[in-house]
């Protein structure tokens, strides 16, 4: 499958990295692993005229211990993620999203940045450019019509990242730098809601640093899919528990991952979770999977996890 | 579009060339080296038909731009045999009969590879879970998981 032509330019530090987007503009599109981007680029999906590598920025591949929190640089590997000591020893939910994610392989290439930045996807989105053209323009696309669900006037795409909703659990803000300076926000303000734009960044910000607050959690990650490696989740659920209070994630079932929040892990309370989270949850006929079955195994993954929190707490 | 010049070593070989920025790495070693044991699956990362070693790393070079290659070691399967003497990989993908069509076989033996350097003596289960890396679509992983634990074994 052959690439489009562009400007390929590499930054040896953030400042350089905003000067090059200064001078393309919207036209430029960052680079890190590429495991996202590239195939969205042989699709025709990411049109752009120049690709600014991150990876000559090394300060954004460190992970730091801090006294409260811990300090992980966008350009971490998932894989060297995985091995941290401080990720096994605090946040089990993040540790197994971590594992779930894709393959061995493509965990050494893709950086948690990339991770939390892929777009979302659709199976009537996620082809190439003369299959979606035949099949005619979608919303996402900047057409018109929904090719998943005939008369749907939102596109409902999903977002796949297996790490965020482990990452809202533990209550992760991000840092970004842009052209108008740094800011520091929630991972959960980092969502649009909207499938066709999922993310709130600015023209040109790169997202440089994600922090999770150092306490200790029970938790975990179950992810439905239909093969045992590579696959994207078709639904994702990811709980933590900390003194008293748990925080389930539910991903790949709509434009962001959804969060909330329960007291107690007793039976009713859990099934007002899970109804609720059915509300809320939007998956579509948009992947090889029921919908209808996506959204029944919610209360199933939930409860999985909380047998598991409940035997680890023993 | 202007081309770029990259230096790297490709199986020991210092190769200084001029790469279009949306060449990938796969295209250069198939179609500029000639180095045609890396082969092209899906194109689009998923399935590791065209994994190399990059910086020791199992990598799908089809998501991989040439220029971002740019100072790097890179392993195809040409550098694994020394002549007549294949790597004890590719001797035990032949004893095991780990090959079928052989279209995966060259991604699969440097995902092994690099498992088999990163850690000394990995149980089935990671050796399961590294192999998952790789589709075959001949469906013969039992065979592969045993030739990668033959050379675990036996070296």
New interface residues.
């Given amino acids: 499958?052959?690439?489009?032509?562009?400007?390929?330019l590499?930054a040896a530090n953030i400042e350089e990295a905003l000067d090059l987007y200064r001078e393309y503009g919207e036209d430029a599109c960052y680079l890190s692993g590429?495991?996202d981007l590239?195939?969205r680029v042989?699709?025709r999906l990411a049109k752009q005229r120049a690709?600014i590598?991150l990876?000559g920025i090394k300060a954004l591949e460190s992970v730091e211990e801090e006294d409260e929190r811990l300090n992980i640089g966008a350009l971490a590997k998932i894989f060297q993620l995985k091995e941290n000591p401080v990720v096994k020893e605090y946040f089990p939910a993040f540790r197994a999203s971590l594992e779930s994610t894709s393959?061995?392989?493509?965990q050494?290439?893709g950086t948690i940045g990339g991770n939390l930045l892929q777009n979302t996807r659709c199976l009537f989105y996620n082809q190439s450019e003369f299959w979606r053209t035949s099949k005619g323009l979608c919303l996402k696309m900047g057409g018109d019509k929904c090719n998943a669900i005939p008369g749907a006037t939102v596109c409902l795409a999903n977002y796949s990242s297996d790490n965020a909703p482990a990452l809202v659990t533990l209550g992760a803000s991000v840092r970004v730098v842009g052209p108008l300076g740094p800011r520091e926000f929630p991972l959960t303000d980092l969502y649009s809601g909207k499938s066709g734009r999922p993310f709130v960044l600015n023209a040109g910000e790169i997202l440089t640093h994600i922090f999770i607050p150092k306490q200790k959690s029970l938790g975990g990650y179950e992810k439905l899919r239909i093969r045992?490696?590579?696959d994207y989740p078709l639904l994702g659920v990811a709980l933590s528990s900390f003194n008293g209070k748990s925080r389930f994630g539910f991903g790949a079932v709509g434009p962001k991952p959804y969060l909330f929040e329960v007291d107690s892990l007793e039976q009713g309370r859990i099934q007002e979770l899970a109804t609720e989270a059915r509300k809320s949850a939007r998956p579509a006929p948009n992947t090889v999977m029921d919908p209808v079955y996506r959204r029944d195994m919610i209360p199933i993954l939930v409860q999985k996890l909380i047998t598991k929190v409940a035997e680890e707490a023993r | 579009m202007e081309k770029i010049h990259v230096t790297f070593t490709v199986n020991g070989d210092l190769i200084e060339t001029d790469v279009l920025p949306s060449q990938t790495l796969l295209d250069t070693l198939r179609t500029t080296l000639e180095l045609t044991g890396t082969k092209e699956g899906c194109g689009l990362g998923a399935c590791g038909t065209c994994t190399v070693l990059l910086n020791g790393e199992p990598t799908r070079s089809c998501i991989v731009l040439a220029a971002e290659a740019d100072g790097a070691d890179v392993v195809t399967i040409e550098g694994l045999a020394h002549g007549e003497e294949v790597h004890p990989l590719q001797e035990s993908f032949m004893a095991n009969g780990a090959v079928q069509c052989g279209f995966c076989s060259p991604g699969m033996i440097l995902t092994a590879k690099a498992l088999l350097h990163r850690k000394e003596n990995p149980s089935k289960e990671e050796i399961i879970t590294s192999m998952s890396s790789n589709l075959c679509r001949c469906t013969g992983y039992k065979k592969i998981i045993e030739a990668v634990e033959s050379v675990r074994d036996n070296g």
Avoid: N, Q
Avoid at chain 1, 103 to 106: A, I, T
């Fill in positions: 499958m052959i690439l489009p032509r562009f400007t390929y590499k590429g495991t590239v195939p042989k699709l690709v590598d990876k393959c061995e392989s493509l050494l290439r045992g490696a590579i």
